[in-house]
């Protein structure tokens, strides 16, 4: 019986120029940035988010928050995640419980070819949402990021700006959702970085805040996550954020 | 030296004794096979150079659960499209490490294609059915050949030089190598051999995992 890897080794007059790995270590590549790739065409992908936000402001009010749902890829380029999101939050106020906060749908659209090779090192992709408030049906919620990334060999910087607005009879605000990381491949399947991310008002009554921090993330055969740790640099004491997906 | 310094370096060296004119390379691959091993196609092809990829792409058909052809040899820089010719769903994935790539699921009718900028071996499946399996050469140039059934075969224009002349089959033992000296405006007559046996195209699903086993239940067994 020949072995395959033999035969490779065999072929020396092709042997291997420098090649790049166009394997990733992730979807994403952070856990509080959305990343650029993409669900191969009919993929499935059960998606979660689960995030700490510690000592927010002045009335130190700390949350844990979830988001669960599939993604599917409706096309080589276009995503569709139907969520439901959870959240615990305490505001000091003797009122802290757990509760459902919001469902929805968002689409992801990347302007590239799906393989990194045929893309070339500069991706773009783009990320609108609409989620409707469980508690107060009156109100929803418009999301939308533009993420932009570039790669060269083992380093992957991201920009992920992000924008989020809610209304209803009870609310009414905005925010910038700015954000920035760079992630350098350490395996095929494991990547370090940092990355930075924060909340900034633009309309309505609500906490700046910022936090930088570590990041890692992994793939493993189905299994793609990543978690970073953000420390506040302002209105925040930490952040911390694990992100991670299963593909079905 | 890196083994990447190492071959820019052969290749600037190979390129600067390039002509114009080329001459022909033809002779024959004997192959000798193992009992039960089935006859497959042999591409010969000449390393050494490097040259531009073609303008058009080069297709591997889905049809009957088979990538046809199944060995397919192009330039780096090339083009492949895969056309789904079954009434059901494939996919086209490849996790070799010259060119990892995964085409999605895609219906019949439609097709998907990849270029492939790098030298490199790389072995091509379908994530839905594990019959499928092929092999895609990706070369430095475009002198390159598959021998006809009786492993004859003639390859034009090649540069005057020396080069290295390969036989290659997806069953063989080993690649065969043959250093050649190309005249301009003359032919170079020369003989391969192959040695094939039995190869085992088993392999696991695009996560890693072996592919689940499709065998219908049948009741009482």
């Known amino acids: 019986m020949i072995s395959p890897t033999g035969v490779r080794l065999a072929l020396v007059g092709l042997a291997v120029v420098g090649m790049t790995q166009t394997a990733d270590a992730g979807r994403t590549h952070f856990a509080w940035l959305y990343g650029t790739d993409i669900i191969p065409e009919r993929g499935t992908e059960l998606e979660t988010w689960i995030l700490e ?29 139907i969520s439901i999101e959870a959240e615990y939050k305490d505001e000091k106020d003797g009122n802290a419980a757990v509760h459902f906060s919001k469902w929805g749908g968002e689409v992801r659209y990347r302007l590239q070819s799906p393989d990194p090779v045929d893309a070339g090192p500069f991706v773009t992709k783009f990320r609108a949402g609409a989620k409707r408030r469980i508690e107060d049906r009156a109100a929803y919620q418009l999301e939308a990021d533009v993420i932009a990334s570039y790669e060269a060999g083992r380093v992957f910087a991201l920009v992920d700006l992000g924008t989020v607005t809610e209304r209803g009879p009870d609310a009414k605000e905005t925010q910038l959702r700015p954000g920035a990381g760079i992630s350098v491949r350490a395996t095929k399947e494991l990547r370090f970085g940092a990355e930075g991310y924060g909340e900034l008002l633009v309309e309505g009554d609500g906490t700046n805040w910022y936090v930088v921090g570590p990041t890692v993330s992994l793939t493993s055969g189905r299994f793609w996550g990543a978690a970073s740790y953000g420390i506040g640099l302002f209105g925040m004491r930490d952040a911390p954020r694990v992100t991670f997906g299963v593909a079905l | ?91 086209v994935f490849s996790q070799t490490t010259a060119r990892s790539f995964d085409l999605g699921s895609y219906p019949q009718g439609e097709t998907r294609s990849r270029t492939f900028p790098r030298q490199g071996v790389l072995d091509v499946y379908c994530n839905i059915h594990p019959e499928m399996n092929a092999t895609l050469v990706v070369l430095p140039n475009t002198k390159f050949v598959m021998a006809d059934a009786n492993g004859a075969f003639e390859i034009k224009d090649v540069p005057a030089g020396s080069w290295s002349v390969f036989a290659y089959s997806r069953r063989a033992r080993q690649p065969t190598k043959l250093e050649v000296t190309v005249t301009a405006g003359a032919a170079t007559e020369i003989e391969l051999s192959l040695q094939e046996a039995q190869r085992d195209f088993k392999h696991k699903n695009k996560y890693g995992e072996a592919y689940r086993d499709t065998t219908i239940y049948a009741p009482g067994t």
């Open chain 2, 1 to 91: 030296m890196t083994l990447a310094l190492r071959i820019a370096i052969a290749f600037a060296l190979t390129t600067t004794v390039v002509r114009a004119d080329g001459g022909v390379i033809r002779g024959t691959v004997k192959v000798e096979r193992a009992q039960g091993v089935p006859a497959g196609a042999i591409l010969v092809y000449v390393v050494g150079f490097p040259e531009k990829p073609a303008s058009h792409a080069v297709v591997i058909k889905q049809v009957g659960k088979k990538f046809i052809p199944d060995l397919v040899a192009i330039t780096a820089g090339g083009t492949v499209t895969f056309p789904n010719g079954d009434p059901f769903l494939h996919n």
């Open chain 1, 53 to 81: 936000e510690n000592n927010e402001g002045d009335r130190k009010v700390s949350e844990t928050a979830f988001w669960w749902g599939p993604v599917v890829a409706l096309t080589p380029h276009l995503e569709l995640a």
